[in-house]
């Protein structure tokens, strides 16, 4: 439904060091990098997550409630990304764990990232 989705951050070198990290149990690697930003996606495919410095050159802030979740294939690899997210100094913003809330089948964790931006990972698929 979306092309990409941006979020923002001065020190990529930290931010990049902390993605990979996080996405890699989603596959997804880094399909771009410059001065200015790097993306991830799928092998083979476009970026889809970035992070750039911002284009106006003033400090990065988290929108308030603003979110990106991002889909994970089965419920092993969202806890495995939250759980990459808080070892290299992320905060915890819920743990993995069903949402019956939203769906039956509907998995989440919830972290920030080292520049305070709010990332879901969800699995919407049963055990």
């Known amino acids: 439904m979306y092309s990409h989705t941006t979020i923002g951050a001065n020190d990529l070198a930290r931010a990049r060091a902390f993605y990979d990290a996080v996405l890699a149990p989603l596959g997804l690697e880094v399909r771009y990098s410059d001065d200015s930003m790097v993306g991830w996606g799928v092998p083979g495919g476009r970026p889809q997550f970035l992070v750039a410095r911002p284009f106006d050159g003033r400090e990065p802030s988290p929108g308030n409630g603003s979110m990106i979740a991002l ?39 919830y972290f920030r990232d080292l520049d305070g931006n709010k990332i879901c990972i969800v699995s919407h698929h049963a055990e």
């Open 71 to 109: 889909l994970a294939s089965k419920r092993s690899l969202v806890d495995a990304c939250h759980a990459a997210a808080l070892g290299l100094g992320g905060t915890d913003e819920g743990a993995p764990g069903p949402r019956p809330q939203y769906h039956r089948n509907y998995y989440g964790a």
